[in-house]
């Protein structure tokens, strides 16, 4: 079971600093939340974990520097991410856009890595479509499923790929309150199979309800950390994301 932790992590673009020196853990073989208002930073803090922007600062897999790795090269020691804009292949069914999530093999020449990829009955593509409830469903095609369940394809197209890491980026996006309910459970059972994830979501009830352990971030800075217990508790927080002013956060703002 692997770590993500990111140490003094920042990102700028042009005069934003959209990530301000943030530190944060995602323990190994926890679920854990990383929450905060529209802007606040979390998808680019996904972006630069996984290198699709340039950032300063440290990202660590597994306690190894690699925040100086090319993209392709986290995803092969095994960090995994989703994105919001979901970019399922309608063209495609839901197996052949789950098998399209299979990792090439090593340095192979590309005809060999063609031939040996998974099909989309394939055993890996199968175990995928099972862990988000979707098995049944590989031979059809993305617009024939709501907008949740075109999700899950998203979330099983990267489980294909048997992330050490996982990072997903607003899957609960379209649900309603029971299939997020769902979800929560699903992404639990992911978790005790050894997958270490970090999930940013703006649906309180998966997050608070499922997760392990949960971060904050505001205006791209770390505003608190704790159990779903203590955030939900946090005055701070609750002040700044959930928009109650209290008497006590205004305090805490203030310090
Ligand atoms: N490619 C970019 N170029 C310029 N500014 C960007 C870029 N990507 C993000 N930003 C800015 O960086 C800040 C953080 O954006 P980001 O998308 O990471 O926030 P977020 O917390 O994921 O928001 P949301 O919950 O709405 O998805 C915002 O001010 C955003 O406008």
Redesign the pocket.
């Given at each position: 079971m692997s770590s993500l932790e990111v140490r003094e992590l920042s990102v700028t673009?042009?005069g934003?600093r959209?990530?301000d020196t943030v530190t944060l853990k995602a323990e190994a073989g926890k679920l854990t939340g990383l929450i905060?208002?529209?802007?606040?930073?979390?998808?680019?803090?996904l972006?630069a974990c996984t290198g699709f922007?340039p950032s300063r600062g440290e990202v660590r897999l597994a306690g190894e520097r690699i925040d100086r790795s090319p993209a392709y090269r986290r995803a092969r020691r095994g960090l995994i991410r989703t994105f919001?804009t979901l970019d399922l292949f309608d063209d495609l069914t839901v197996g052949d856009n789950v098998a399209a999530g299979t990792p090439p093999e090593g340095r192979r020449r590309w005809w060999h890595q063609l031939r040996s990829m998974p099909s989309a009955t394939s055993a890996a593509v199968r175990e995928a479509l099972e862990a988000v409830g979707l098995d049944g469903c590989a031979a059809l095609f993305p617009g024939q499923l709501s907008q949740g369940q075109r999700s899950l394809v998203s979330l099983a197209r990267a489980l294909v790929a048997r992330p050490d890491v996982l990072l997903l980026d607003?899957p609960a996006a379209g649900l309603d309150s029971h299939e997020s309910d769902e979800l929560g459970e699903r992404l639990a059972a992911i978790r005790d199979k050894g997958t270490t994830i970090l999930l940013?979501e703006?649906d309180m009830g998966l997050v608070l309800g499922h997760c392990d352990h949960v971060h904050v971030?505001d205006g791209?800075r770390m505003l608190a950390s704790g159990t779903p217990g203590q955030i939900r508790e946090n005055p701070v927080v609750r002040a700044a994301y959930l928009g109650e002013a209290t008497e006590a956060a205004e305090e805490g703002i203030a310090r």
């Open positions: 673009f042009g934003v959209a990530v905060g208002p529209n802007g606040a930073g979390k998808t680019t803090l972006d922007v919001q607003e940013v703006h971030l791209g």
